[in-house]
């Protein structure tokens, strides 16, 4: 039968209409019965919308929404199911329409592809590896949550490849940069309207939702989650957007642009006092030593070691007694409570949760035990450690070879496009960052927040998409 063939064009555009009305009051139906569902398949079309809306597939715009979707929006929490990321439905959206729309005009899919691609799969093969290895030799059966840590190196493999593909050039840096330290300050702000409680009723809304069991000490004690929903998240998020502008401070020569990063920089700075996170305010600081001493002396030899002495070493010395004049006297306590080594500091329960879990590790300290969710805690405060327990020393190795080998293609990268300010900015700020996640990584986490990982793999992404990537086909 040729239907099609019989039916004229305004006959088409009826029938068309007809199915656009039944899936609007479909989705409609869903949206108000099922509310959550129904936002799924709301971001899912939106999505489609916003990559189809110039007539053909157009990924320009998906930096800033990947990082609008990161920094700024919460969970998408389920009673019955682990709560969704909105960046994780973008991404899959991208490539579900990257892989049809390719299909669909017969061409190969070809990639970009650079050695630090092969990273993410040796790391996933550790992990499936432990996960069969607990589970084969040492009786731990493994349950389906085991695989979503899996699922989460797929999301993060998925983000990283799609912007290393896009087509962005050097002057679009300067571009990113703005959204970036834009979006950074909108989160700062919404900490600051959390700390002096303008909105109260949003605030109790908005905490609420983003997680429940801080909304006690935000009441009690002012502490802060911005738009992450933990207060240390969103003390490191803060701390790597204070690297941003304070490395853009030091690099740019124009005034305007050094005075508005350098009150952007106070901002950040406010935020993570007011975060009470002792871990991000560690990270900051090892983050700024490293800058002032290491990376801008090597950038600008001699008259950079100068500026440092007599200039900007003073003002970060005013910086830092005018903020301890500021700070609230909440924020001492716990300063005071983790330098207390004793059974009545913070640090105790820590040690006691790191012993338990080294015992742990040595049942199978070559492989580990995989991440064995139905019987292990995943709450050890301390993700080196985490790693280590679940992946064995294998697999804490190839983990940190994976990092350092970003680090080292960065500088790569920013050594080949010496001339482009805003990517030396970029490269700097990451490598920076690089090294307080390693830090934040012992007391705390950070590779395994679906919320903070996304934005270090697009921002990655963004510089790696200016290396020299070699092109990978795959069949049609």
Known sequence: MELAGKLNDKEVNIISSVVGILLTFLLVYVF?????????????????????????LSFNNIIFFLLF???????????????????????????????????????NIQLK?????????????????????????????????????????????????????????KEDFKKYYIILISL??????????????????????????????HFDDWLRNNRIVGTIGNPNDFGILMALSSFFVLVGILWSKEIDTKLLLFISFLIFVLSIILSFSRSALICFLAGIFFILFYKYPKRFKLKGKIRILFIILPLFIILALIFLSIAPPTFFLRIKAGMDLGPEGSIWPRLIKWEAAIDAWKQSPLFGLGPEKGTITSTLDNEWLLLLKRYGIVGFLIFFVWFF?????????????KDNLFLEIFSISLQVSLIAIGIFMIPAGF??????????????????????????????
């Not at 019965?33 to 053909?56: A, Q």
């Open 447 to 476: 590779y395994h927040s679906l919320q903070t990982m996304p934005i270090l793999m697009t921002l990655l992404g963004i510089v790696y998409s200016q290396n020299n990537l070699k092109k990978l086909t795959f069949c049609k």
């Open 184 to 213: 950074f300050l909108i989160s700062a702000i919404f900490g600051l309207i959390q700390y002096f409680d303008l909105f109260h009723n949003f605030n109790v809304a908005f905490i609420k939702y983003l997680n429940p069991a």
């Open 405 to 417: 080998k970003f680090y080292r293609g960065i500088g790569k990268i920013q050594w080949l496009n």
């Open 113 to 169: 592809w650079t050695s630090i691609h092969k990273w993410f799969f040796i790391f996933g093969g550790c992990i499936l590896f432990s996960i069969l290895w607990s589970w084969v030799v040492k009786n731990l059966t493994p349950i389906g949550r085991d695989f979503f840590e899996i699922g989460k190196l797929i999301e993060y493999f998925l983000i990283f490849t799609l912007v290393t593909n896009l087509d962005i050039k």
């Open 32 to 56: 108000f019965n099922f509310f959550k569902f129904g936002l799924l398949i709301f971001l899912f079309l939106l999505f489609n919308f916003l990559f189809l809306m110039s007539g053909k």
């Open 69 to 107: 979707c990161s920094i700024l929006c919460p969970y998408i929490q389920f009673e019955s199911i682990p709560s969704i990321r909105p960046e994780l439905i973008l991404i899959f959206t991208a490539w579900i329409l990257f892989i049809f729309g390719k299909f669909s005009k017969r061409e």
